[in-house]
């Protein structure tokens, strides 16, 4: 590299004279930095005693720094190389560079740093190696005479240092040396902890003391103001912590419903009464009055509903649930509060599809009252209870749909036992097993009778064989209901108000035409009847009844059957094309 050619260096690789050319180790090798000889048992960079207002210690003349040949004789031993000769003198094997040791600090003595202005006592001076005091260096760096009155040491006697004097290193020519007061901003000075600040430069005694990092400690509102802030951020820290593990937790909590036992949130109890208009109230008023039929026959079964009547034990249901017991059958009562009781048949009517049956030795029976159902309009909310497929104490609600809407329901295939029925109409919904309940108002008084309902494609059930509620329900009114009851409890039987012609079933015009001729051959109208008296003849068609249209012959006596016997009608009557009108008293005729 740099062979048989000299090496033009800066300073930090200038080299230097060697101590002893003439030892075999100093050869064209590297060189080991000669070491002060009072620093070769000390310490490894012991911490210096510096004065802050007192300059570098000159050199004594003719004393010996320390360095070169002197300190190696002093030492007592040869210096040897810290490796083999570089013989490319490359550093930091080679020639002296930057990695020379620094110059070693060595603690004060004192424990405490004095006042500034204050004059630091020169430490005691050590003896030398014939137990004689050194002389003591001013604070100018001068040697003062010692306690024998000797002054300056004689030229070339080496001047033993203080125990907590500083040696200095070798330093290159123009590096300048460590001292107490260095130049701010050398990048070779070493950090004293222990020094103290430059007279020129020192602070007052309020001044807070320099950290490593040379700033100054805080003042008690300084800290006070981080303390602060601290508390702050910490508080908000804390926050958006808290807010996001609740977020979390949230979360976890409403997709996995909570961390222990599930428990639901439930209303607090509330007063047992209810409006008495209310569906609630109508129920709690009129449940305890009606009762179910199971109705057991020779050759069929089946379930229905009644209600009480009076305290005497009859009951009012439909003909046809009580159909199926014949005269030898078993009727059994089911009341409210589960307590059963035979029943036995007081009277039945098909043409008006009503009949009694009585309870006894039964106490405590709830009658529900009677309404009025001319009274009743359409749109009037109404409540129907009953066993719909057994289901007993079923309450439903709904409102009345229509009004003297006619109806035809039963019979046999000879036409017998056909029940016709001026109905009322609700969607309250109504199954097999309401057959015989009843129809409420809002003051829970019977209005009506559930007896019939209309159900899609004859309402057949795949299931059960029989109708479902479409919304269609019908139900006899009271007042026809309550005559019927009084005639089958009184006289065991019911009668028919009639007018006393036959009509013809099968006219496909627009009203109701009496025939022409009767089944056995004679006069369609019966003489001395309520029609012969009024002036009818056969052939003639009745359009309408005291001012009410009337569409077919079904009608007519479903009119006719909502009046009572004695009752008088006004008749809108067609012959020949003329239309006239005349009054007809009805008569009567009992029922089966």
Do not use: C
């Amino acid at each position: 590299m740099n062979e048989g050619k000299p090496t033009k260096a800066k300073w930090w690789n200038r080299p230097r004279p060697r101590t002893r050319p003439d030892h075999p180790a100093y050869g064209d090798g590297d060189f080991e930095l000669e070491r002060p000889a009072a620093m070769a048992d000390a310490e490894p960079f012991p911490a210096p005693a510096v004065v802050p207002t007192a300059p570098a210690p000159a050199p004594v003349p003719g004393q010996g720094t320390g360095f070169g040949a002197e300190a190696t004789a002093s030492a007592g031993e040869r210096p040897r190389p810290l490796h083999d000769p570089d013989p490319y003198s490359t550093p930091p094997y080679g020639e002296a560079g930057p990695w020379a040791p620094a110059p070693p600090v060595q603690h004060p003595a004192v424990t405490a740093t004095p006042t500034h202005g204050t004059t630091v006592p020169a430490p005691a001076p050590a003896a030398d190696a014939l137990g004689r005091p050194a002389p003591a260096v001013s604070a100018q760096g001068t040697p003062t005479p010692g306690p024998s009155g000797q002054g300056t040491p004689a030229p070339g006697t080496p001047v033993p240092s203080a125990p907590d004097a500083v040696t200095p290193a070798p330093f290159p020519e123009d590096r300048p040396p460590l001292s107490g007061t260095r130049a701010p901003g050398d990048p070779w000075q070493r950090y004293d902890p222990w020094a103290a600040a430059p007279l020129a430069t020192a602070a007052p005694l309020t001044a807070a003391p320099l950290q490593l990092n040379g700033a100054a400690v805080p003042g008690e509102r300084q800290r006070r103001r981080r303390v602060r802030r601290g508390i702050v951020g910490g508080a908000v820290v804390l926050a958006l912590v808290a807010g996001g593990v609740g977020g979390v937790v949230g979360a976890y909590l409403e997709r996995n419903g909570g961390l222990g036992k599930v428990e639901l949130p439930q209303a607090g109890a509330v007063p047992a009464g209810r409006a008495p208009d209310s569906v609630a109230g109508i129920a709690a008023r009129a449940l305890p009055g009606v009762v179910t039929l199971h109705v057991t026959g020779t050759e069929e079964q089946g379930t229905g509903t009644g209600f009480v009547l009076d305290t005497r034990g009859y009951i009012l249901t439909n003909n046809h649930v009580v159909q199926p017991a014949g005269t030898d059958g078993r009727i059994t009562v089911v009341f409210n509060g589960g307590e059963t009781a035979e029943a036995e048949v007081v009277g039945h009517d098909s043409g008006y599809d009503l009949a009694v049956v009585r309870v006894t030795g039964v106490s405590g029976l709830r009658p529900i009252p009677l309404g009025n159902s001319d009274n009743v309009r359409v749109g009037d909310p109404v409540v129907a209870i009953g066993a719909p497929f057994d289901l007993e104490g079923t309450v439903t609600s709904g409102i009345i749909s229509a009004k003297e809407r006619p109806i035809t329901a039963g019979g046999e295939a000879d036409g017998s036992d056909v029940s016709y029925v001026d109905a009322l109409q609700t969607d309250a919904p109504i199954n097999p097993g309401n057959s015989g309940g009843p129809l409420l108002d809002s003051q829970a008084r019977v209005i009506g009778i559930n007896s019939a309902i209309q159900s899609a494609d004859n309402g057949s059930d795949s299931g059960t064989g029989q109708p479902g509620s479409i919304g269609l329900g019908f139900a006899i009114p009271v007042n026809q209901g309550k005559r019927v009851a009084e005639e089958l409890i009184n006289t065991g039987r019911a009668t028919h108000p009639v007018i006393g012609v036959t009509l013809d079933m099968d006219f496909a015009g627009d009203g109701a035409r009496v025939a022409t001729k009767s089944g056995a051959g004679g006069s369609p109208v019966t003489a001395g009847g309520p029609g012969d008296r009024a002036g009818l003849r056969a052939g003639d068609v009745i359009t309408a009844v005291d001012g009410r249209r009337v569409h077919s012959g079904e009608e007519l006596i479903v009119k006719t059957r909502a009046h009572r016997p004695g009752d008088s009608l006004e008749l809108t009557v067609e012959r020949d094309g003329r239309a006239r009108t005349i009054t007809l008293v009805l008569g009567s005729a009992d029922g089966d």
